[in-house]
């Protein structure tokens, strides 16, 4: 098939070079003429593993990229995947999205073949009958060839190519059996080669999928988290018990590790937009409030724990981690930020070190002072916290006794206790 996919960021470029690996003939259209140049020189605009090889095979042959929405006439499905960032009050910005959707309108409005129009962005169960399909339907003076359908994305950052190419379900939101169908071919290739859960559904609860799926992971997390607070409390190993609770299968053993909490471009953007949607409908979530809540409070723990054993104010704090999660170097809502900013307000000075992502972090806080390793970090410090469970931080041992006064809280259970370091776990 020839697919069009709109919008080449993190999941647009890895949609785009894993369907031109399956077999499609892809045309990728970014307004970013950077992202458009790098993609025809067969190289990736963001860092992915196995993605720039992707694009090296195929750039210039089944792979071509073009400011232009001139090819998506000639495309047999366009897969829409623009940015829907947070407003002020968490709902989600469909500006981006919805020039987009009109613009892939226009293009199509003299066509006479059917052609489908895939919203591949998180929208809440609204934003396409409210305002995407509308705005597709206006750009294309009601062209009744063009159909409309969702197909939420599962990906993480850091493993996007490999969850794409091996993801546990595929969910086709549709409002008819053509366009089912034509999902179908879409992800033939791909279903050959993996087995996965087909959802065949319509685009409203497609969206809503996607939403209960993040809330429920984040959600999951923040019940561990407020467990694993309670276990401290107590003065318990919040890992013994979860691992124990995490036999039951209806639980399973995956996200059972309490810490410093969630972050990155997803979780809290999408809980707080399923939380705004439902406000919108005169629904209460107060679970979901809650799981924001419990996350919020996690950096304030960490620091409470340090309070214990330092005087915050003037002293020199080393932060370790400023990624929101290992293996990235995106800080979009890490738990070092309002960590960092935590510290900043109670007087001390933060000297900060992360193995990628302090560049990022630069922007952010241009004024902290970082370190070029965490032993340099570690060096004449009162105190540290540990924010990004990065390998690296787990052979630190020796650079603690730099410090001015060994003293570290783990939020992320990396560091070995020893003799000679006083060591606190957030929920251990
Ligand atoms: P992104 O910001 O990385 O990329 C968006 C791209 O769209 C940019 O390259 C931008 O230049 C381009 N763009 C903006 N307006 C355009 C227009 N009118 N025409 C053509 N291109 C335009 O976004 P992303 O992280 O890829 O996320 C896209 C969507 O997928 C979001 O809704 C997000 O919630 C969802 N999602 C993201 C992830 C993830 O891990 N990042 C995972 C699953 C779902």
Redesign the pocket.
Known sequence: MHISV?????????VAACFADLGHEVTA????EA?VDALNEGTA??DEPGLEELLEKHAGDRLEAT?S?DAVPESDVTFL?????SNEDGS?DLT??E??AE?TGEALADKSERHLVVI????TPTSIERTLEPAIKRGASDNPNVEVGMN??????GT?VEDFMHPDKVVYGTNSEWATERLHEVFAPLLEEHEADIVETDPATASMI?YANNAFLASKISLVNDLGNICKEFGLDAYEVMDAVGLDDRISEQFLRSGVGWG???FP??VNAIIAAARDADYDPALLEATVEVNDQQPDRLLALLEDHVDLADARIAVLGLAFKPQTDDIRNSRAIPTIEKLQQRGAEVVAYDPVAADNMRERFPELEYAASAADALEGADGAVVVTDWDEFAALDEAFDAMADPVVVDGRRIIQRRDGLTYEGLTW
């Open positions: 709109i919008g080449s960021g993190y999941v647009g470029t890895t259209i970014d307004i970013d992202v605009p963001i400011t929405y995947a623009i940015g829907t960032p989600i981006a999205l020039a987009a613009a591949k962005s998180t929208v939420p994305e599962f990906l993480r950052e996007a996607k990155g471009s997803c953007k999408d």
